[in-house]
């Protein structure tokens, strides 16, 4: 996908693709140099409302139990205002899970493919980076 970014009064076009992996820092932007046409690659943020999910080993779920699948944590420290899916509910990718708040934003954490939630989070629920908040299988 390409963008156009306006820095300091210059307009720069940026290409961003996708690797294979899901995790948001596996973005890149390929942008050219202000002084020279030569494209230089650096990781780019991403958007805040994709999820960072990642494949694992089995996580402990709330009763101890060994949950397989696809975690999904949370990509910033912050509060839970909401959580959109009860426990056991079937999602699609691109699905809303929760509403993760932090800096005065309203992000939403999406559901990184269609399966099965387990719910491990909860409202009110103050997270760190990396917490993991739903495995989805």
Known sequence: MKYKVTLRGKVYEVEVERTEAILLDEYEAVAPQPAAPAAASAPVA???AAPAAQTAAPAANKEGADVAGTQVNAPMPGNILDVRVHDGAYVAEG?????LEAMKMENEILAPHAGTVTVLTSKSMVVDTGDLLFVVS
């Open 95 to 99: 699905d809303i899970l929760c509403i």
């Open 46 to 48: 991403g958007n805040a």
